[in-house]
């Protein structure tokens, strides 16, 4: 679902769901930059909870704080 953003953000990141307006209405510019400026994870939600997730593979310990941060940084905007 393409998200109108005056960056490159649709072309990037593929959004995916059952209540496309809500959706829509969640991502405001703060959010699209967010992601428009950090490294790809992938992000899902049922509604109440995110799970956030790099490579389907084990990840090093670096590989983890950088996650971490990540996850710390995005909790701060969507708050």
Avoid: W
Avoid at 5 to 15: A, G, I, M, Q
Avoid at 42 to 59: K, P, W, Y
Avoid at 62 to 74: G, H, M, Q, S, T
């Amino acid at each position: 679902m393409p998200i109108k953003h005056p960056t490159d953000f649709s072309n990037r990141f593929y959004l995916l769901g059952e209540h496309t307006q809500v959706i829509q209405q969640f991502f405001i510019d703060k959010i699209t930059h967010f992601f428009d400026s950090n490294p790809y994870y992938h992000i899902q939600s049922n509604g109440e909870d995110l799970l956030v997730f790099g490579r389907e593979r084990l990840a090093s310990i670096k590989e983890i704080k950088a996650l971490y941060d990540f996850d710390k940084r995005l909790k701060a905007v969507i708050s």
